[in-house]
């Protein structure tokens, strides 16, 4: 730390993400990519010739990439907005919209971005308790005062609240925005869109960086109302306008071009979760009902973390959480078939069980 | 603007980038970007195998390109910052070390997202006055009390400091940081960057989209101590860990290797700005002294928004400022020599000029 940082970020706790080693190769399992790569389009999308245009600034608007969104979920392009991963959307939500007396609720386990971001933003950070089995009850956020923010599926625990009880939340206080970060929500929940046409306080998050296996290439898009749409676009013009760089929007676009093959991946990864968890359980693991591409696994009598450093020194990397709650647990994505079968025997041996 | 907007955003102006428009082909000289393609490596830098990595996040400490850079500048990785455009770094920049008392001082006219970022993140924003040749006396900024930005090259004047000018505002007080955006400095300015290892209260930014032809990539890097690098890593890691997308990363590598290419083009650039200097003056043209890859010009007599307009219709982007103090001048990008002809052909023929 310098002696030139502002005094309110000298206490600021920023975000740890997922390691990304540079040093080997892992069988990666700890930050819910995908397993598959990118889509045909998608890697036909970047030649030569998009390589010579970039010395063009891109599209700051991202008309193209807006156009093809909003047909695809079938909105108008005055509802989109796109970012440089989802990441940046959620924090231009946290900018725009909470702080001057307005605080954010957001699960008690829930995606650790969303406390940094209320930190940094000078917001009021308030968690909603979760129930013992680490589900959320929709009616503590109905009773909670300020704006809400929800992972659905939530994450690490992969569980997902239901459309109506989002819809109850959204009536609970029209006054207040409930956003809704479904970067999971193609793994097996069902999205809230449909409800955007009748609720004017709902902005929903997405994200290429999972189902859509382009997390290196950093690109979330979010629907809202026009007007809300217009507010994030001022953050992101007094921040940083050209957000989305040109390959960036050209692979978005080609991929949703290729829905099919997309919907082939995640058809599989969910089958391969429901495969993994059941070995999983044969091990002695306990679980949550996850519908996203990981799986959120506790092994009675075994520390989270040792488990975590037993994989890791067999070439294998989830993720652990320090936060007490959840440091039994391990969070780990669901790879290919053979990842999913390499994990399940690492942690047999491990566990000294049979498989 | 939607009813949830927080208060203090109302008013924000955004910064207004200039126009990308996606309906015509125009000899685009409004943006400041370069005339020539990047580079054959960077064109050969993304191939099928690095579309298909795009499933894994990218690395978010760059480190390979983290450690290219040091090597390319002569210091050390924990010395360079790497950002999503080198106003992703210049946002930080005021994010993180600006306010709470401490105001920033920047040339009164200078890049104009300097204020927004300063509106953005609550900053008291000091402009410094101009000398009647829309240069900065750097005995003002030695008077100026807060952190300080300076654009050398200034835009969109293109009038450089001396490295000696620099050292001097850094000597008037040790206590607050000097920012340094030397986004033109390749097309004819001298960098400062030599005095990064005696001034601690240095800040250096750069970027690829101006000498290095990489606007639409993204990529923006600055250098400073270790500790206020750190610093802007932290501002970082509470907005946006994965910043700069794999795509990128391998481009703004690739770039460094051919370091060749690049002078040629920046000598290129720095001929044909004196080529079209001469001939616009031939026209009537008064121009500041710019050492970037733009000119700053005006014809007495001619309304700059008029020539701006006029220019378009024949097909000709150049950027026109509404600011009362420069609105008699137009800002043209130095194009190809092909580029330059066709405008000076078309100012000639506007201002009735011969040839």
Do not use: W
């Amino acid at each position: 730390m310098s002696r030139f940082l502002i005094e309110r970020f000298r206490a600021l706790t920023e975000y740890v993400p997922g390691g990304q080693p540079q040093d080997r190769k892992y069988v990666k399992l700890n930050t819910n990519e995908s397993a598959y790569p990118p889509s045909p389009r998608v890697i036909e999308s970047v030649n030569a010739e998009s390589m010579q245009a970039l010395r063009l600034y891109s599209d700051p608007q991202s008309t193209r990439l807006k156009a093809a969104l909003a047909e695809a979920y079938g909105t108008s392009p005055d509802m989109v907005f796109v970012s440089n991963g989802s990441d940046e959307a959620l924090g231009f939500f946290f900018a725009a919209f909470c702080g001057e007396g307005t605080p954010v609720c957001c699960p008690a386990i829930s995606y650790g971005f969303y406390p940094v971001f209320a930190q940094f933003y000078g917001v009021e950070y308030r968690p909603i308790p979760m129930e013992p089995d680490l589900s959320v009850d929709p009616r503590r956020f109905c009773e909670a005062k300020g704006n809400i923010v929800i992972a659905n599926p939530n994450a690490p625990t992969g569980i997902a609240l239901s459309v109506q009880d989002v819809e109850t939340i959204l009536k609970s206080d029209p006054d207040r925005l409930v956003c809704v970060d479904e970067a999971y929500v193609d793994f097996g929940a069902e999205t809230v869109l449909p409800l955007l046409s009748s609720y004017e306080n709902l902005v929903v998050v997405r994200t290429y960086s999972k189902s859509r296996s382009m997390a290196g290439a950093r690109l979330g898009f979010a629907f809202a109302s026009p007007e809300v749409t217009a507010d994030l676009e001022k953050i992101k013009y007094s921040t940083n306008p050209y957000n989305v760089n040109r390959l960036t929007q050209a692979a978005g676009e080609a991929a949703l071009l290729d829905s099919g093959y997309y919907a082939d991946c995640c058809k599989k990864i969910a089958a391969d979760r429901e495969f993994t968890a059941a070995e999983l359980g044969k091990l002695g693991g306990e679980m949550t009902d996850s519908v996203a591409n990981f799986i959120f696994v506790r092994f009675p009598g075994y520390e989270g973390g040792r488990l975590y450093r037993e994989l890791k020194s067999r070439g294998i990397l989830v993720r652990h959480f320090s936060d007490p709650r959840i440091s039994d647990y391990l969070r780990i994505t669901v790879g290919t078939r053979e990842e999913c079968e390499t994990l399940i025997n690492a942690l047999a041996d491990i566990l000294g069980g049979k498989r």
